[in-house]
């Protein structure tokens, strides 16, 4: 089992990555090596996380014992896993990945063989929620691979995440997280809809949140997003383009069992529509840009990180 002495690193951190950092010091953990491919918020971090701000990937394999990644998307996981070059594979003997990107599973099962190869051990924590979630250590954690390297790993786990559930082997806990946040994005792009319709009909959409709430129209999407979608306010703890690479994610699943998948396929394009016009940083709420009438993301302030 993991003592809290037992030296972390993190690799990552942005949004999320950030604040599971913060979180793991709260609880005693000990944070050896922060690196980010912004060097200034990884010195950041560092210094107010009394850790050391790792220039290159291999230092932080070095310095630590547990790895985070916290990465973007299947392009950024293999560059910090490369087989070649610098890399978290280099000197990985002995050491312990948990991968809580939302990449491919394809690209999970490719990180856990060369993890394996490199006589190293790696699981995926596959994240729900958002950021206060990773502050507070509330985070749904959908997690796969060997079970034995999940047991050993949990008194980490169960400081960010209250009850960290093992799906199966590698790639399983991927799978589940692409259904997660295909359908969270099927019901956000329909409550969008619902609302600007609402509006464009002259209702008043304080009291049409409330009857959706009471009715089969409810759902975590409303409570969550419901009022930002109405008020415009989108700041961002999941952004759009995040939503367009998570609905492809399972698109391209959908496709591989020979599915059809209509929903998805509507609102992965509706969020690849908000890149285009340069509304992919605003948080998923943002969709409602594009329904409600005279929007457009025109008007909008856009914060930042």
Request: proline share 3%; aromatic share 4%.
């Amino acid at each position: 089992m993991i003592a809290r002495a037992t030296p972390l690193g993190i690799v990552g951190v942005g949004r999320m990555g950030a604040n599971m950092a913060r979180r793991l010091k709260e609880c005693g953990f000990t944070l050896a090596a922060i690196h980010d491919t912004r060097p200034d918020a990884a010195r950041a971090l560092a210094q107010e996380l009394g850790a050391q701000a790792s220039p290159t990937l291999a230092g932080v394999t070095e310095r630590a014992r547990i790895i985070l990644t916290v990465v973007s998307d299947d392009r950024a996981m293999r560059a910090i896993f490369a087989p070649r070059g610098d890399s978290l594979l280099r000197g990985a003997r002995g050491r312990s990945f948990i991968n809580c990107a939302t990449i491919t599973p394809a690209v999970h099962l490719e990180i856990e063989r060369l993890a394996r190869r490199a006589g190293a051990r790696a699981i995926e924590a596959c994240m729900a929620s958002s950021i206060p979630q990773a502050r507070q250590g509330t985070l749904a954690l959908m997690c796969g691979g060997e079970r034995a390297t999940f047991r050993a790993l949990l008194p980490l786990l169960k400081a960010l995440s209250p009850a960290p559930r093992w799906i199966g082997s590698a790639g399983r806990a991927a799978q589940v997280k692409a259904l997660v946040n295909m359908v969270m994005n099927i019901n956000t792009a329909g409550l969008a809809e619902g609302l600007a319709l609402g509006e464009a009909l002259g209702l008043d959409l304080d009291l049409l949140r409330e009857v959706f709430s009471q009715t089969g129209a409810n759902s975590r999407v409303l409570e969550t997003d419901g009022a930002d979608m109405q008020h415009r306010a989108h700041e961002c703890y999941f952004s759009a383009a995040h939503a367009a690479k998570d609905s492809s994610i399972a698109l391209v699943l959908g496709r591989q069992k020979g599915l059809r998948l209509p929903l998805a396929a509507a609102t992965a394009r509706q969020y690849a529509r908000m890149k285009r016009v340069g509304l992919g940083e605003l948080d998923k709420s943002g969709i409602a840009e594009l329904t409600f009438r005279g929007r457009g993301g025109r008007g909008l302030k856009r914060s930042r990180d």
